[in-house]
């Protein structure tokens, strides 16, 4: 009975490990940035594939412009790609 509880944390992070590496990355799925015109001006945004619309997202914004309302103009542009 000791052997095998000894064992439990070595299988423990066996596992985990596998699993780690089969968790998708993002830059498998990263197509060629856009750019969007908007009412304060240009921005980049970072598209997944199609039917990853939840990780689209701004790599460069005007100044004038937040982090999340140019993250979510990249997000509509990705829906916007999805339905083509």
């Known amino acids: 009975m000791k052997t095998v509880m000894s064992s439990v944390p070595v299988l ?3 596992a985990a490990v596998l699993v780690a ?3 998708p990355s993002p830059s498998n799925y990263e197509t060629t940035p856009v750019q969007v015109q908007s ?4 921005v980049t945004c970072q598209l997944y594939s199609k039917d990853l619309v939840v ?6 914004r005007p100044n004038s412009m937040g982090v999340q309302e140019a993250d979510a103009i990249c ?5 916007r ?3 083509r």
């Open 39 to 42: 009412d304060k001006g240009i």
């Open 81 to 83: 790609e999805k339905r």
């Open 21 to 23: 590496g089969c968790v």
């Open 75 to 79: 997000k509509e542009e990705g829906k």
């Open 55 to 60: 990780w689209d997202r701004a790599i460069d």
């Open 12 to 14: 423990a992070c066996v």
